[in-house]
């Protein structure tokens, strides 16, 4: 099981780039990397997912390395309502048994200033 | 697209009385389940999952239980709610697509007094 760990906090200012990166050293072959983000008494939601090199949508990038072990989420130009919880997942979605692994680390609390 | 409904919003409760949370889950056939438990300032953390009918797993022992009688009805329940159950609780669900994704319910809160 892939343990995952990231910043406790981060802050930032209104239009800003933030990149919070999240490490994963036992990351498997199998394993894809899960971004959600949380606010206050809400579930947590999809923002992004990759498994390697770079994903781009049109809310955030995803950068991994070659060698997996880390990522970074990347919010481009971040608002005041991109203040949330960030959360790194790391899991196998193929296997029968990936629902032993979507576990969730403690996440980053992105606070953004005006 | 999937939609999971999970209620009630919000639950007060006396400690020693039984609790039962319903999610039902919309526009998927054979979903995993999940039930997640997040106390105050705290993250997830992952309480029961489902791959199919009558199929559970348990990740953290405790005095909760859950059940899937039905392909997209996942129940979590107790016999006697402990101070310590307070929390947030999230039904969550799995696409069966390649990529899979979480889809969060809006939350149960529940205050065990």
């Known amino acids: 099981l892939a343990k995952t760990t990231q910043p406790i906090s981060m802050d930032s200012y209104e239009g800003q780039e933030v990149n919070i990166t999240c490490s994963h050293n036992n990351i498997a072959t199998n394993d894809y990397i899960t971004w959600y983000q949380q606010f206050p008494s809400q579930g947590p939601r999809f923002i992004i997912q990759g498994y390697k090199t770079k994903v781009t949508n049109e809310v955030a990038s995803l950068f991994i390395p070659a060698d997996r072990k880390s990522s970074t989420l990347s919010l481009p130009r971040v608002s005041l309502s991109d203040t949330a919880v960030y959360y790194c997942l790391v899991g196998d979605p193929i296997s029968s048994g990936s629902a032993r692994q979507l576990t969730f680390g403690s996440g980053t609390q992105l606070t953004v200033l005006p | 697209s999937q939609t999971i409904h999970q209620w009630p919003a919000t639950l007060v409760q006396p400690v020693g009385s039984p609790l039962s949370l319903e999610c039902t889950v919309e526009g998927t056939s054979n979903p995993n389940l999940y039930w997640y438990r997040q106390a105050a300032g705290r993250g997830l953390q992952l309480l029961f999952y489902?791959?199919?009918?009558?199929?559970i797993s348990s990740e953290v022992p405790q005095n909760l239980s859950a059940s899937r009688p039905q392909d997209r009805q996942f129940i979590l329940s107790s016999k006697k709610l402990l101070l310590s159950d307070s929390g947030f609780y999230l039904c969550a669900t799995a696409s069966d697509s390649y990529n899979e994704k979480l889809f969060f319910g809006s939350g149960t809160q529940l205050s065990v007094l």
């Open positions: 489902s791959v199919g009918i009558g199929q």
